[in-house]
DNA sequence: CGCGTTGTTCCGTATTGTGGAACAGTGCTG
DNA sequence: CAGCACTGTTCCACAATACGGAACAACGCG
């Protein structure tokens, strides 16, 4: 054991719970001051503290990167990234990546194709989750209650071809929750076609959803469906495997 | 600069990037495996790191730890708590900490008075902004145009007293910001009164309340109310100080 | 102004952290 | 099945790094 690191965090866990000036500090960790003042000013050096009125220590934003690096939302990201990454290098279209939020999808990742002709960003949008893939995909394993909720409530018909009969819908879920992936043609943005599956998290449960748009007069090509699903069907589906490698612990 | 402790952040970065096994880790940091075998075993004995799948490691509990220990419910619980206990310990019966959570109340500590005859716990519970002290205290501040769109949606009646009259709730959170407090005569339940005063963070917003409550057949005690709106204005003040102390950087 | 206290810095030294090497364990291949 | 490559673990001699007492500056209070 490294006792120079030891101490280091008996000191930052004194700090954590109540904010002090170095000598309050080395008298709650039983160290001589000097001791106290040098890990801390190297507990600095690091951004693991900070200091505030001159000379008192908190906590610094380096604690905080460390446990924004390893939270679920950001797992998502950087695990589905290389795989967005990898799609469009294959499909020549934007690959996104979905989360759910209440009753709707949040992009939270994209990355573009090097076509001129785009779709645009999507990222830090949301949209309703009947009316996409992604939310498609989500919503095929909603449990009833929950499910029964959404589509008594409000469904937004944002282009002439967003399906908002909730029977036609109920259908369409089931087929969705068979299949493991969702086309939408047209029913969110006119002009724009996309495909998405579910990533699964260690427990199989469906948590975020990666995606693949393009403009829906070359996306998808003739004849290109079953090869491009099966494509991001396997991106979520690797995307969920590296997802559990990052996870945090349960307990 | 402790070298040691600079090393072991290098390798808890690169733990949180990308979860791995010694001797990746090593070559990513350029030091040499028993270093960073040694650094490792001592991370993980102040809960840094956790091993998964055998031999890879993983940022641990630890990191989360520290970093809850400053986030801004904890700090408002934490700065909050001895203010509470400190009421109870002059007024007799419980005091709690409310949190504003969209147009409710969300309840999220409590120190109970050892009066036998006691009102029930609220802690984890809810409560519409317009029926309880707490509330209102913090909906006097909000901006006209939230506060419209609050007092323009349903306004629930709890009680025969609640006072659900968008006009009279208007005058009435007028009153409870020129005056700094609210009291809330069985609104929210028959038999409960209570007293809150909001909590200012280090900017002035109200972002949090503190109340007492009792039975109405003994709380407020006759005469009782200007010495416990001083003190519970007070005691939500010095929580507020404190609080400041607590705070997180705001890059 | 004197005093007590906190924060900062320095320096000699010994203690603690180091890193190369040995070895156990594992998985893969011919 | 044996050999090989690779990873993880442990040990030990030693020197580099961490240590802590002491000096001193700064500050607030009576």
Redesign the pocket.
Known sequence: ?????E?AFAILGEVARRPA????IAERVR?????V???LATLEDVDAVERFDG??WRIGPGVAALNAAVSPERNLIVAARPHLADLVGELHEDAGLGLPDGNEIRYVDQVESDNPVQVREWTGTRAPMHAVPSGLVLLAEWPDDALDAYLGGELAALTRRTVTDPARLRARLHEVCEAGYAWGLEEFAEGIDSVAAPIRDARGNAVAAIHVHGPAYRFPPDGGEPRITARVVEAAAAAGRDLEERELPRA
């Not at 160290?31 to 001791?35: D, M, R, W, Y």
Request: hydrophobic share 45%; net charge positive; glycine share 4%.
């Open positions: 054991m490294v006792q120079s690191l101490r000036g170095v000598t309050a160290l001589p001051k000097s001791t003042a040098r890990l000379a008192h």
